[in-house]
């Protein structure tokens, strides 16, 4: 079974600082995603990588950065968190690259909450 | 540009009987693919059913099948025998040149 992992399940962090947030898969997936999920927005594509060293910004990637410097981990970066990127983070992975047929495998998210 | 649109914030059901949960999207590729996606409360997303495009054939999962209407950009999920564990938020995605999801549907199983 293919095991999406990310560091934290809650975390709480204060305004300005910078947040990481890390994302593991162990199935040597090429396509590797973070989402923030709102009530009543759905899913919102941040950032995906197709392949090491590779980002593409999704829908709402201000205020923030992804670094992928190995395939199986994908990080996620609040340079200076803000009070607006409460959220809950979902990561995800996909077998090959590009969208297509392949399902995407969801980590348990965190959520982040920034006073 | 792509969107999918879930109508329906919140439904309900009793144990037992069955439930549509409705879905439309708007594209203007050819090809691409139809996903609906379960998140229990607390728990991980995982995949429910999926439907290619190019096949007229609704998908179907044991319990779970779906409505694919090609022409009307319209993918139901239809949910038979409801059990406490159908219990989740619902999300339909769609797949082409980029991955979108909808908004969600609350599903609550009445006992």
């Known amino acids: 079974d293919v095991k999406v992992t990310q560091s934290s399940r809650y975390l709480v962090k204060r305004t300005g600082e910078k947040v990481f947030l890390e994302c593991v898969q162990d199935?040597?997936?090429?396509?590797m995603f973070w989402y923030r999920q709102d009530p009543g927005l759905g899913l919102r594509l941040i950032y995906f990588s197709y392949d090491v060293k590779m980002k593409e910004k999704g829908d709402i990637p201000e205020g923030y950065s992804v670094s992928r410097e190995k395939k199986e981990r994908f990080s996620l970066i609040l340079e200076s968190a803000s009070t607006n990127q409460t959220s809950m983070y979902l990561c995800?992975?996909?077998?090959?690259?590009?969208?297509?047929?392949?399902?995407?495998?969801f980590g348990p998210g965190t959520r982040l909450t920034v006073l | 540009a792509q969107t999918v649109t879930q109508s329906q914030p919140e439904m309900s059901v009793q144990e037992a009987e069955t439930v549509t949960l409705s879905c439309t999207y708007d594209?203007?590729?050819?090809?691409?693919?139809l996903f609906w996606y379960k998140q229990p409360p607390s728990r991980q997303m995982i995949l429910v059913i999926r439907q290619e495009a190019y096949k007229q054939q609704n998908a179907t999962e044991n319990r779970f099948s779906v409505n694919f209407q090609k022409a009307a950009k319209s993918f139901s999920l239809k949910i038979s025998d409801s059990q406490l564990g159908d219990a989740a938020m619902y999300f339909c995605a769609y797949s082409g040149n980029q991955f979108y999801f909808g908004t969600g549907t609350s599903l609550t199983v009445i006992p």
């Open positions: 995800a992975s996909s077998l090959l690259a590009g969208f297509s047929y392949n399902e995407q495998f």
């Open positions: 594209t203007s590729e050819s090809d691409y693919y």
């Open positions: 199935m040597d997936h090429e396509n």
